[in-house]
């Protein structure tokens, strides 16, 4: 299973960007992915996941009323458009999938984290 983001660039406070993720190699409608991020110095912490059969999906307090998670199934791919971006959004983000657990499991649209990409780095200027 391989996954591979893009969309990462510099931006400045205020300004948007979109991540993309393609996931080849695995079933894409049997998963769930989950965006998680890593500034410098910082622990990683995530940011949004999508359950793919469902299209249910979970947002991280930070995240919510700015950052949308959704996916395309025709083209294997998840995204996150992430809007009024400020410094402290500034980190590498990584898209991460596997296996989600049962429904009536709490954040049961967020995996079990099973394969990961290599980043993309996001930097906000103030």
């Known amino acids: 299973v391989q996954l591979v983001e893009s969309g990462g660039g510099l931006v400045q406070a205020g300004g948007s960007l979109r991540l993309s993720c393609v996931v080849s190699g695995a079933s894409f409608d049997d998963i769930g992915i989950l965006w998680y991020r890593q500034a410098p110095g910082k622990d990683r912490e995530g940011v949004s996941c999508?359950?793919?059969?469902?299209?249910?999906?979970y947002y991280e307090d930070y995240a919510k009323g700015r950052f949308t998670i959704s996916s395309d199934n025709a083209k294997n791919m998840v995204y996150l458009q992430m809007n009024d971006l400020k410094p402290e959004d500034t980190a590498v983000y990584y898209c991460a999938g596997g296996s989600t657990p049962p429904s009536d499991r709490p954040r049961s649209m967020c995996p079990f984290v099973h394969f990961w990409g290599q980043g993309t780095q996001v930097t906000v200027s103030s």
């Open positions: 999508i359950k793919i059969s469902d299209q249910r999906t």
